[in-house]
């Protein structure tokens, strides 16, 4: 695992396999849910074809039972995938799962997905059953999925509102039917981060069986905290995280996985877990997905927005200059982008501009340079994007009055 050395520097040894984090991408299927996200055939085939290529673990590639078009991208991303378990979703009915398990098939390996909603919410008001039904639900599902393949993931929809007796007589029922991976959904994200921990503790703690399967978190991010229950979700001994690329998902989205495997990769040391993806590549896949889906990514938004690697302040970009670590915790060439960017704008000091001028190809004595200085700054003040144009114009104006 990673960690610090004497220098202060990190260092990695040798990673091991129960450390390992599986990173389970839903961005086609949770991430198709949220209103205006909709992918045609060929682009949900491109974006399974990146996440393959990433080093994705698990791509939810749909739900086969909800149109012929989603069966039909299953299969084929199933024929096509070549690292990848491919999973499909299915409720927790005969026809869902043997749809799915149709889709799946041409995988080499393929995963079913059943869920059902156990809260007390869910009982009453989506199916209208009770406790025992909802059990003889779980083990019915998950058999007739266990039937079909070896590979079954079982999830407690709004598992984080679920009462905790019921909840676990839940999970002891899908392990016995033979679940192999338990998900854990803040549904509708409630939960905060100490709470979800505790849960998924107390899930292995007390559930005969549960150090056989492989605990998953599934959070949703209404308040803004699915990336940090997911983490307390591994920290308490989950080793899937479901996520979605730009944190794309129903309403607010699901975890963001370019966020949960930076995290992870920035604080291994922390952390003392890993992933089996290539970080380079996440902002290809980022891009890929916003172009697909026509969601602009937040300019702001962690790794991929597009000031994630941008300094404007005067103290930030001469630190930069010095040492990038001053101001930056990840290298833009570890997430795939070519160089950190220094923003010209009013609060920019002398060091960016005289690195710019540099780019820019001119070189001035110092009274130019200063006079230079103070223009920028003044055109800065009043503009607000000032571009290598306005530079350029502004240095030549500077050069031909010195010469008048
Ligand atoms: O949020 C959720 O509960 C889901 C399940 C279907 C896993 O997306
Ligand atoms: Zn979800």
Known sequence: MRFKDEHHEYRDDARDEKDRVIIF???L???EQCPGATMTFEEKLEVAELLDEMGVDVIEAGFPIASQGDFESVQEIARRSKNAVICGLARAQPGDIDRCAEAIRPAERGRIHTFIGTSPLHRKYQMDIDEAECLARVTASVSRARGLTDDVEWSAMDATRTEIDFLCRCVEAAIKAGATTVNIPDTVGYAYHDEFGDLIRVLQERVPGADEIIFSTHCHNDLGLAVANSLAGVTAGARQVECAVNGLGERAGNAALEEIVMAIHTRADALSVWTGVDTT??????????????FPVQYNKAIVGRNAFAHESGIHQDGVLKHAGTFEIMTPES???????????KHSGRHAFREKLKELGYELGDNAFEDAFVRFKGLADVKKHVYDEDIEALVDQEIASAQD
């Not at 590549?281 to 026509?294: D, M």
Request: proline share 0%; charged share 25%.
């Open 25 to 27: 991408d839903t961005t």
């Open 335 to 345: 997430v795939g982008v070519k160089e950190s960017s220094l923003v010209m704008g």
């Open 281 to 294: 590549l996440l902002t290809r896949a980022s891009k890929l997905v916003s172009r697909v889906t026509a």
């Open 29 to 31: 299927r949770d991430g």
